[in-house]
């Protein structure tokens, strides 16, 4: 499978941030990276036995997380609003093994609110190993600031990086 050059999230502006999905700084974290894909986005992943539930099994909730995780960030660049998800379900197909290679590809749908968005676990064959489907409420960041932890330099900084983020179309499909 061909990769693409990672594509920047804006919250990477925050020089500290620590999403459990994405961020660099968090040790304990995915440090998922993300890429254009034709249909979307995509993040490849491996994950070892710190994420292992039974032995040699990637723990299922963990599949949920990586799907929210490509989709939400999809919906950051391709929409360029923050969104809280609202709801998700995530259907497991099989088990994703530790120490494999696997992506998964995030879709937007071209409804209005709330947003739709859907993912597929692919492993190294391009066998689908789990699909999730989500909706997402968008925010304004001033309309949420009593439950961020952003300070007001990091509010512009993101704000700003939100509007100029120009990675994917409005329906998330690589321009």
Do not use: K
Not at 97 to 102: A, G, M, Q
Request: glycine share 6%.
């Amino acid at each position: 499978m061909e990769r693409h050059s990672s594509v920047q999230v804006p919250w990477s502006v925050i020089p500290d941030y620590h999403c459990f999905g994405c961020s660099p700084h968090n040790a304990s974290g995915l440090r998922l990276e993300f890429e254009p894909h034709p249909d979307g986005l995509q993040a490849h992943f491996r994950l070892g036995r710190s994420f292992e539930s039974y032995p040699g099994v990637v723990h299922g909730g963990l599949i949920g997380v990586i799907c929210d995780e490509v989709m939400g960030n999809l919906i950051v660049l391709a929409r360029h609003h923050p969104a809280f998800t609202v709801s998700q379900r995530t259907r497991f197909i099989s088990p994703l093994l530790i120490d494999s290679e696997y992506h998964c590809v995030a879709t937007l749908s071209e409804t209005q609110l709330p947003i739709q968005a859907s993912a597929e676990i692919l492993d190294a064959d391009g066998t689908v190993c789990a699909t999730s489907s989500a909706a997402y409420q968008p925010f304004e960041l001033d309309a949420v600031r009593h439950q961020l932890t952003l300070r007001d330099d990091e509010v512009a900084l993101l704000s700003h990086a939100l509007t100029t983020a120009n990675a994917l179309s409005s329906n998330g499909v690589q321009q």
